[in-house]
Nanobody, 112 residues
Framework: VQLQASGGGLVQAGGSLRLSCAGA????????MGWYRQARGKQRDMVAT?????STTYADFAQGRFTISRGKNTVYLQMNSLQPEDTAVYFC?????????WGQGTQVTVSS
């Protein structure tokens, strides 16, 4: 499973970014898709997940500011009201049964 993440960048505090992750596999459509992030020196944390039926879960820090959605072969993460503590490498993930696939990360940097 190939996952290609994009959309990261540098933004000022209070700004917005939209991350995208394109999947190049038929199993993508029935996988639980998710976004995770890893700040420097910290563990990787779940940001949001979405099932193939559209059910979503969010980390507490993402609730109300971030929105995960998915299209046929792409999963998105709309991030609003970004803060410096949101600075991290963001990874997309596809969970298909017991198998977990990761895309390369995309850097999000929020300046104060």
């Amino acid at each position: 499973v190939q996952l290609q993440a994009s959309g990261g960048g540098l933004v000022q505090a209070g700004g917005s970014l939209r991350l995208s992750c394109a999947g190049a596999s038929s199993i993508f459509r029935t996988s639980i898709m998710g976004w995770y992030r890893q700040a420097r020196g910290k563990q990787r944390d779940m940001v949001a997940t979405i099932t193939w039926r559209g059910s979503t879960t969010y980390a507490d820090f993402a609730q109300g500011r971030f929105t995960i959605s998915r299209g046929k072969n792409t999963v998105y993460l709309q991030m609003n009201s970004l803060q410096p503590e949101d600075t991290a490498v963001y990874f997309c993930n596809a969970q298909y049964g017991a198998r977990s696939y990761w895309g390369q990360g995309t850097q999000v940097t929020v300046s104060s």
